[in-house]
């Protein structure tokens, strides 16, 4: 009876908390957009803080030269320097901590771990749960990038997302990847975007035409890597 009661507490816990942090950022959005007192206020403290962060920049010793003999240094910005704090946490996260290693083994193969005795649900819910997480830390980096933000503000960029991350040597299948190799292939996608914006005579298209053609190129040869391990075995 003790072990229900507990069962049943845990299971309560979630939905309360869930309904009470809804609640709070119900009260919070509604100040912040003005459906409730002191929302002027709030706005203005709000604005001037994300101005803040977006326009701060890390400037670094070295840089350029402008004709009139200024020196310009080179600068980094804060979404730079976090979105590289969060890459090395995640790698170390799934190289050296326990919860890496069973995502390794279930996108691996599922009835695998289960046969070893791990949690797959759980670790597939924790993985969602991070996955939120890291989803609206992308989408708060990519306002400050812009200093602006609506919904449909990264519409589209799904594919980027799958192709870059493709690239740098995520299979599809699952249980082989590494963030290191995700952030290549973000650069490799940048690069050729920057290529094609700085020729000039090219359709924005192109980039999409690309990335879609590396993207099928890189999923052929992982098709052919597996096929290969599979007659080897």
Sequence with gaps: MGNFKKLAQKRLFLPVFSMILVMLINVVYDIATG???LSFFMISIKNELFLKWANYRFYMPFGSTSKKGKFIPAYIPPTV????????L?????????????????????????MMGLNVKKTIFNAYVL?????????????LNSCAGFVE?????????????????????????????TLF???????????????????SWWTRIIL??????????????ASMKKKAK
């Design 131 to 143: 996955d939120g997480f890291l989803a609206g830390l992308g989408g708060f980096l990519f306002c």
């Design 90 to 114: 995640i790698a170390v996260l799934l190289k050296y901590r326990k919860f890496g290693r069973k995502l390794y083994a279930i996108g691996g193969s599922r009835q695998s771990a289960l």
């Design 35 to 37: 459906s409730a007192p």
């Design 153 to 181: 503000q990264a519409k589209g960029l799904e594919m980027d997302a799958i192709s870059s991350a493709v690239i740098g040597g995520t299979l599809l299948s699952g249980g082989v990847g590494t963030p290191i190799g």
């Design 81 to 88: 320097v976090i979105a590289l704090i969060v890459v090395i």
């Design 185 to 203: 292939g973000v650069l490799i996608k940048g690069t050729i975007s920057s290529l094609i914006t700085t020729q000039g005579t090219l359709s």
């Design 212 to 225: 879609s053609a590396l993207l099928c190129f890189f999923i052929v040869i992982q098709s052919v890597v």
